[in-house]
């Protein structure tokens, strides 16, 4: 099968296959750090090298934010907290210490909470790890890329092979049981051969996670430009197929269970902060170019850290920490620089592409209830044509991708885009 991958670079659990989460008062908290030792190449996400000097203040204003956010979720309870970047584990202890008390303090955390953390192999070692571990951080993502140092040299990556195994050794000696692993395929000097060996060095490592991407170029990186100017190769679509079907064969026979597009873990270990994602939940994004999807709109922050750090100061003299009783959710926000209301053909569209994303697919009676309308009332022209490429399947309640459908979702996707006259 020949693809357009939809599976690119983006990166106490429940079963692979768990059921959408209650729809009462659950929020999921994202909280961004941006900070970076380096910035990789393939890297479009909202990251900064050299300025590990504002953490403190930036800390701070990402606690401020949080107390900021507080009133206007005092009835909501946080299932899950995902730390990302950035590098979340440039981090010192200390800040971590901060915002997870001001989390504490100021919201309803399930007792039984996610709460994880993005890491640099290269950034870690068994103490800092461990008072990860006594913060009650408890799921660590290790982003490793690859276990070839070659490949890691041209990705950028600041640590070798060998260090990202010490990284997950130092992580089960601090008491992490909840690890993923990220991994990068379809580099420019990668074999076939090449991926298999990083898939079963991966395998032999048993994290409880993995998360498998396709390399992806995007537009304003490094990667981007070379690419352009010829200096670089683009990623070989036809090859990336062929290492996304080995990596399916070689987790599904070590136990994994494919759970979603990019992600498979073993029985007990998804994801439960991207599964709030794909089920098109609701999420508060903290920290510079966090976004949020809550209260009927979609918005984000101010994208750079010093900008960031102004503003969130200035909405605190803004809303006297105080929600205004008049106006939209984020209304005297400053640090919100873009927003849009998400009207009721947005929101289907989110839950149809979001929810295909699963492997378990979309419940069409979770779809009713949750909108009011069928879904096959809505898209049912797009869904016959899918079914008729063999690219969608529907199995009783369930609408999900077929096998080629996981490598082709991209075409499944972009005909359950918001449709004008489709009410």
């Not at 070989?236 to 873990?265: C, F, H, K, T």
Request: proline share 5%.
């Amino acid at each position: 099968m020949r693809c357009s991958l939809g599976t690119g670079w983006s990166s106490g659990a429940p079963s692979p296959s768990p059921s959408p989460p209650g729809r009462g008062n659950e929020l999921s908290l994202y909280l961004h750090i941006p900070f970076c030792d380096v910035k990789c190449a393939y890297c479009d996400f909202n990251s900064y090298a050299g300025l590990e000097s504002l953490i403190p203040s930036y800390t701070r204003a990402l606690c401020q934010e949080l107390r900021l956010w507080a009133p206007r979720f005092a009835s909501d309870s946080i299932r899950t907290v995902f730390f990302g970047g950035g590098t979340p584990s440039l981090t010192p202890l200390p800040e971590v210490r901060s915002i997870v008390d001001a989390i504490r303090q100021l919201y309803a955390l399930d007792i039984d909470a996610e709460l994880s953390l993005e890491a640099n192999p290269g950034t870690v070692d068994t103490a800092y790890l461990r008072g990860l571990i006594r913060l009650g951080i408890n799921r660590l993502s290790l982003g490793v890329q690859s276990f070839d140092d070659q490949e890691l040299k041209a990705l950028d990556r600041i640590h070798t092979a060998s260090e990202a195994v010490e990284a997950l050794a130092a992580a089960r000696t601090a008491g992490f049981q909840n690890v993923n692993l990220d991994l990068i395929y379809g580099l420019a000097s990668q074999t076939l051969t090449g991926w298999r060996a990083n898939v079963i060095r991966a395998l032999s490592l048993r994290p409880e996670h993995l998360s498998l991407y396709a390399l992806t170029v995007e537009e304003g990186t490094a990667l981007f430009t070379s690419v352009r100017r010829g200096t670089a190769p683009a990623p070989d679509a036809d090859l990336q197929a062929d290492m996304y079907e080995l990596a399916q064969e070689l987790l599904e026979s070590a136990g994994y269970v494919q759970y979603e597009i990019s992600n498979w873990a073993l029985p007990g270990y998804a994801c439960r902060h991207n599964l709030a994602y794909w089920h098109n939940a609701r999420w508060l994004g903290a920290g510079a170019g966090a976004h949020s999807s809550v209260a009927g709109y979609r918005f984000s922050n101010a994208l750079s850290p010093q900008g960031y750090v102004r503003r969130v100061e200035e909405s605190a003299g803004a809303t006297g920490e105080t929600a205004p009783a008049t106006g939209t959710i984020f209304t005297g926000m400053v640090h919100v620089v873009w927003s849009e209301r998400v009207d009721e053909l947005m929101a289907m569209s989110d839950t149809a592409i979001l929810g295909l994303r699963l492997l378990d697919g979309v419940s069409l009676t979770e779809f009713r209830r949750r909108h009011g309308c069928k879904l096959l009332d809505i898209y049912g022209d797009e869904v016959r044509e899918c079914v008729g490429l063999k690219l969608l399947t529907q199995e009783g309640d369930r609408l999900r991708l077929t096998r080629p459908g996981l490598l082709l979702a991209n075409e499944v996707f972009s005909r359950l885009l918001p449709k004008p006259t489709a009410v």
